[in-house]
């Protein structure tokens, strides 16, 4: 198994930054993706890693590092809007593997 | 193109009764996935196809599943004789190629009482 662990709940404030750590124990995998999803609604895509580095898309960023078996997901500038659960995936070959999400609570 | 598209949305069934959820993904991808999520859990993998062909199934899946893609467009899950512990969202999503982003649908809420 990937084993891929991210916390539970966070709580932020809104205009605040808050980063969501993935951790996972893997041999190997293609990349790293990362999903929001809200409640009832299908997981829609964020950011994707394949290189150990930082991905910048506008709010969202994506760090990963292979040989610490970590990633992260920054979101900046928080709205209310960005309450959602937030997957890291690992993808092998053609699979996701799924975390179990994490819940994101901005309080204005 | 709107986007992967799922139906029915929601299904009651009663224990025993068979379902099937249909997927129609995003028009030039040939990629297909089926994945399952339930509650305060991420989306687990179900089965794969390649245009036609239907190149893996999870252990998750017992003999009751069953999944198609006959033309290489739509594809369809059926659910036999279906059991409570088969209530579930049931999630489609297809992509580009294997290394591309898969797309998701909306996903059918399973409900077996």
């Known amino acids: 198994g990937q084993n891929i662990d991210q916390p539970t709940e966070m709580t932020a404030t809104e205009g605040a930054i808050v980063q969501i750590n993935c951790t996972y124990q893997?041999?190997?995998?293609?990349?790293l993706f990362w999903y929001q999803q809200h409640a009832g609604e299908a997981p829609t895509f964020l950011s994707y890693?394949?290189?150990?580095g930082l991905e910048e898309k506008g709010r969202f960023s994506s760090f990963l590092s292979r040989s610490k078996g970590y990633s992260y997901l920054l979101l900046k500038e928080l709205q209310m809007k960005d309450s959602a659960s937030y997957l890291c995936?690992?993808?092998?070959?053609?699979?996701?593997?799924f975390g179990a999400g994490t819940t994101v609570t901005v309080r204005a | 193109d709107t986007g992967v598209s799922q139906d029915p949305r929601h299904k009651i069934t009663k224990r025993g009764q068979n379902v099937t959820f249909r997927c129609d993904p995003i028009?030039?991808?040939?990629?297909l996935y089926w994945y399952r999520q339930t509650l305060g859990q991420g989306p687990e993998f179900l089965t794969y196809?390649?245009?036609?062909?239907?190149?893996?199934k999870s252990r998750l899946l017992s003999d009751r599943f069953s999944a198609e893609r006959p033309k290489g467009s739509f594809s369809t899950l059926e659910i036999q004789r279906t059991e409570q512990g088969d209530s579930a969202m049931y999630l489609c999503?297809?992509?580009?190629?294997?290394?591309?982003?898969?797309?998701f649908g909306p996903g059918t809420r399973l409900t077996v009482t």
């Open positions: 999503a297809s992509s580009l190629d294997t290394t591309s982003e898969q797309y």
């Open positions: 893997t041999s190997g995998f293609n990349g």
């Open positions: 890693n394949v290189l150990d």
């Open positions: 995936a690992l993808l092998d070959d053609y699979k996701l593997s």
């Open positions: 028009s030039e991808h040939n990629r």
């Open positions: 196809f390649q245009n036609e062909a239907q190149l893996e």
